[in-house]
């Protein structure tokens, strides 16, 4: 598993993801978009494949976080001190990810299902683009999915989330159900290290973001709880 894949879980398509999201999509109403906004689906897809070409063509590191994304902007207007700086001891500290979609699929034998769902519910197309940063001697990443089918996003990211957050499955659940709307940033449960929004989307579909402390022990407290809520609130404003 590479650096990148480590640090997004939602790239292997984790199968719990559709099941939390299918039992999701039903009680949450929170992930219909309201209007169009500046950054589409089509869009992220076009950058994550680029990324996904040029690292197969054994292309350089990318030099800065696509989007015009301004880290150092955005850790100003949250009242956060430090310099940030590509993780450079990653292996790809920008990265990119494709999916394309999967027809329903038959439960795995044996597995227990709802009655109402004879099957592992289709999964929509997706577009996957993650940064990581150094902000002094803290890891800062950040998870852009997006996806062509409204109110889905939060869903397929749940196995990201779960990792970035740490969270256990009542508070999983809870997310699960009460999702940020269009436009909302919510810090997540846990230790304050993971923080969500919604981006409203330009035509149809779905995009989120995530943004959490990337921490093997004792979290940098200049980058937990509210301080990091108001730091992704300014990265979603710049994706609007």
Same mark, same amino acid.
């Not at 480590?6 to 719990?16: D, I, Q, W």
């Not at 004879?118 to 902000?135: E, F, H, T």
């Not at 436009?183 to 579909?205: C, N, V, Y």
């Given at each position: 598993?590479?650096?990148?894949? &480590? &640090? &997004? ?14 039992? $999701?999509?039903?009680? !949450? ?14 869009? #992220?897809?076009? #950058? ?5 070409? @040029?690292?197969?063509?054994g ?19 949250? /009242? ?6 590509? @993780? ?9 990810? =494709? ?5 329903? +699929?038959?439960?795995? !034998? /044996?597995?227990?299902?709802?009655? %109402?769902?004879?099957? =592992? ?16 001697s ?10 062509? +089918?409204? /109110? ?7 196995p ?5 957050? &740490?969270?256990?499955? !009542? @508070?999983? +659940? ?9 436009? +909302? ?8 290290t993971?923080a969500? !929004? ?8 779905? =995009?989120?973001?995530? #943004? ?8 940098? %407290? ?13 990265? $979603?404003?710049?994706?609007?």
């Amino acid at each position: 598993m590479t650096a990148a894949q &480590r &640090r &997004r879980p939602t790239a292997l398509f984790a199968s719990a993801a559709v099941l939390l999201g299918a039992a $999701a999509c039903s009680s !949450s109403s929170g992930g219909v978009p309201s209007g169009p906004g500046g950054l589409s689906y089509d869009t #992220v897809r076009t #950058v994550a494949e680029k990324l996904l070409q @040029d690292q197969a063509a054994g292309k350089g590191k990318e030099a800065a976080c696509p989007f015009g994304l301004d880290l150092g902007k955005a850790l100003k207007a949250a /009242g956060i001190p430090g310099t940030p700086a590509l @993780d450079t001891g990653d292996e790809h500290a920008v990265d990119g990810d =494709i999916g394309n979609g999967e027809s329903p +699929q038959p439960w795995p !034998s /044996g597995m227990s299902h709802p009655p %109402e769902m004879p099957s =592992i519910p289709a999964k929509p197309p997706l577009a996957d683009v993650s940064c990581g940063w150094r902000v002094g001697s803290a890891k800062l990443d950040l998870e852009l999915l997006a996806t062509t +089918q409204r /109110g889905v996003a939060v869903n397929l990211m749940l196995p990201g989330i779960q990792h970035a957050a &740490r969270l256990g499955a !009542s @508070d999983l +659940q809870q997310l699960a159900a009460d999702q940020p709307g269009p436009g +909302q940033t919510k810090l997540l449960a846990g230790r304050g290290t993971a923080a969500l !929004s919604r981006i409203t989307p330009k035509g149809d579909g779905d =995009i989120v973001l995530l #943004v959490s402390q990337n921490y093997d022990a004792q979290p940098d %407290e200049a980058l937990t709880g509210e301080p990091l809520r108001k730091l992704a609130e300014s990265l $979603a404003g710049q994706l609007r």
